[in-house]
């Protein structure tokens, strides 16, 4: 069937622009916008596709919106299945202000499902024919899914014998996290809302990913520190990964690459280490390219020769 599925249930149509100066008020003028598929598992199923994997990206999207996303999709040839729903499925906005370099963005909330639509999204799952390995869960929930949706995801992947990915935030991030996955890659301020801790130092850190192994919440525990890299925590291991210095040129996406890139390499059967590497050079080379769009894999192959490891 496929190797990895990846789960989008609040995916977007992001539109990315810049102007000189943000200010309020003023008519700000700006480039003509780059559109982009885009939500959690969508970006990542584009970056596993780029690299070569074997990926479907299975989302809920509805509207003009989201036949617009489909149709993205379709030219970047990724491989989807588009669950239809009655809502318009969102748009998020991105600025990039160019006498800065800061991005400003403007993430909307999507459309409220409905009991039917969102529990279509775990039947497809228990009607698939062959499990894939691995089941990326990546991104919020839209209103009026319940909380626990991406533990009930995480306990039918598991049924069925899948490796549950997530990248989720808050009291989804929560729920799924009781139930137990595979992996889980919080960023700095996501594993601090989580633990409630301001989680300072390197040590407090790896405290925290630690807790959340023994506990049997995840096996693997991927924390991404932003410009300060990452560090990877197993029950019996422990690495950190200095960030590559690469130029910024918008931080947006990734996160989402750098699950690309580690769950691609996991999916070829490397080793954790090897994986680590990868989702570290497609990080950084999602920072090269402006707005929403993501890693190229001539980058991701160039960079992870460039991954510094080190016991943490
Ligand atoms: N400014 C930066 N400089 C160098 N590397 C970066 C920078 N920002 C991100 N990265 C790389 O991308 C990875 C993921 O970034 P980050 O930790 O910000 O996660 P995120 O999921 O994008 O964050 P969030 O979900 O909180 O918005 C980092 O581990 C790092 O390797
Ligand atoms: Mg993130």
Do not use: D, N
């Given at each position: 069937m496929t190797d990895i599925l990846t789960v989008t249930m609040n995916p977007a149509l992001d539109v990315s622009t810049s102007t000189d100066k943000v200010m309020d008020t003023h008519k700000l003028r700006c480039t003509a916008p780059i559109f982009h598929p885009g939500g959690g598992g969508i970006n990542v199923a584009r970056v596993l596709h780029r690299l070569g994997g074997d990926c479907l990206a299975l989302y809920l999207a509805g509207g003009m919106n989201g036949q617009r996303l489909r149709q993205l999709l379709d030219q970047e040839q990724v491989r989807g299945h588009c669950i239809a729903i009655a809502g318009e499925t969102r748009e998020s906005f991105s600025a990039h202000e160019t006498s800065s370099g800061r991005d400003f963005r403007f993430v909307l909330p999507g459309p409220a499902l409905t009991p039917g639509e969102w529990q279509a999204g775990l039947d497809y799952i228990s009607a698939l024919g062959a499990s894939p390995p691995y089941l990326v869960a990546s991104g919020g929930l839209p209103p009026d899914?319940?909380?626990d949706f991406y533990a009930r995801l995480a306990r039918l992947a598991k049924a069925r014998g899948s490796r549950v990915v997530l990248d989720t935030s808050g009291p989804a991030l929560a729920a799924a996290l009781a139930e137990g996955v595979y992996l889980v890659k919080p960023s700095l301020r996501e594993l601090r809302e989580l633990t409630?801790?301001?989680?300072?130092t390197g040590p407090d850190q790896h405290a925290a990913a630690l807790q959340i192994i023994r506990s049997g919440q995840a096996q693997v525990v991927a924390l991404s520190l932003g410009e300060d890299g990452a560090l990877l925590v197993t029950a019996n291991r422990a690495l950190r990964a200095r960030s590559l210095p690469v130029p910024v040129a918008?931080?947006?996406g990734a996160g989402d690459s750098f699950v690309g890139g580690l769950v691609w390499a996991l999916s070829r059967h490397e080793t954790l280490e090897q994986a680590f590497r990868y989702g570290m050079a497609a990080g950084a080379a999602a920072?090269?390219?402006?707005?929403t769009a993501l890693c190229q894999a001539a980058d991701v192959e160039r960079l992870h020769r460039e991954v510094l490891i080190t016991p943490a």
């Open positions: 899914v319940p909380e409630g801790h301001p989680l300072q918008s931080s947006i920072l090269l390219a402006p707005g």
